[in-house]
């Protein structure tokens, strides 16, 4: 209680704190753990200045930004996510369109197309542009042509989230703006240097989680090709951090959970509730060591 009273005097996300800034990280469903960190802020007074986000951190973080509070979007996803029933039938109803279609491109892996997806389930007045967010947004995806990332901040919101999220062998890759992107967690997990410079406090938030497993046999081929995915982004994190880590780092521990459990929100969101007052416990000695920064 005590240190909850103090993040409320220091910092109310307004004239009075610090500014903060936050990088919702990509790890599929793993990143179902993100609304730990935005309840904690709802519960602090506390709203960004700035958010970035790759992969399922887009679709978190476009929430955030969108004025959805932590306990809506809680209770929007366990509401879509905790009937299976449902689920399946908006997933089959983002089925190919038509035999034209499905002779044209077969049926075959990655054949989901994540931009009627994501389409399907977002919540229906969410905003369609980015200029309708109240918080200004850097939605991060892969340009798999071009070798490099792409940072989307305006124009179509939902076609920039679905070309964040569009997890490789998974769901077709995403055509906008004439070029083909892919998740954007395969260049920057956690995009955090996007809001570098933007606040006082930036807070990254990492759900990539590790491979894990029976030792002595050799996993799935599935498992193996997100496992691999895993920790190529471990390994570009890691980097990251060694040359400009931010100053709130948090990692829910998700590591059990695969990138597609998305079935299993309402376990993945208990079993990943301790983050939140080990997030607000570092928040706070960021909070301290701006105040001593700027004494």
Do not use: C
């Not at 970035?52 to 951190?57: L, R």
């Not at 599935?222 to 920790?231: C, E, I, N, R």
């Not at 459990?261 to 079993?271: C, S, V, Y």
């Amino acid at each position: 209680m005590a240190e909850t009273t103090v993040l409320r005097k220091q910092n109310t996300g307004g004239q009075n704190g610090p500014s903060i800034a936050v990088a919702f990280g990509g790890g599929g469903a793993r990143g179902l753990s993100h609304i730990h960190v935005i309840e904690a802020l709802d519960e602090l007074g506390i709203r960004p200045v700035a958010i970035s986000g790759s992969s399922i951190g887009a679709m978190m973080g476009a929430a955030m930004a969108s004025g959805m509070t932590g306990r809506e979007i809680r209770e929007y996803t366990l509401g879509i996510l905790g009937n299976r029933a449902d689920v399946v039938a908006r997933l089959w109803r983002r089925r190919p369109a038509s035999i034209v279609e499905i002779a044209d491109r077969g049926f075959r892996i990655g054949q989901f197309d994540i931009e009627r997806i994501v389409r399907n389930f977002m919540p229906e007045r969410f905003p369609h542009d980015f200029g309708e967010l109240r918080i200004p947004l850097s939605v991060i995806a892969t340009d798999f042509y071009g070798h490099h990332e792409t940072v989307f901040t305006d124009g179509d919101l939902w076609s920039a989230i679905a070309a964040s999220a569009a997890i490789p062998a998974l769901f077709r890759p995403v055509r906008r703006d004439g070029r083909i992107f892919i998740d954007g967690g395969i260049f920057n997990p956690v995009p955090y240097d996007h809001v570098i410079g933007k606040a006082d406090i930036v807070i990254g938030i990492d759900v990539i989680g590790t491979p894990r497993g029976d030792p002595r046999r050799i996993p799935k081929t599935v498992d193996s090709l997100y496992g691999t995915s895993q920790l190529m982004m471990r390994s570009i994190l890691k980097m990251k951090l060694k040359m400009q880590p931010p100053d709130v780092f948090v990692q829910p521990p998700v590591s059990t959970f695969r990138v597609m459990d998305f079935l299993k929100a309402n376990q993945i969101i208990k079993e990943t509730a301790p983050i939140r007052d080990e997030f607000k416990r570092k928040l706070e000695r960021a909070i301290e060591a701006k105040a001593k920064a700027d004494a």
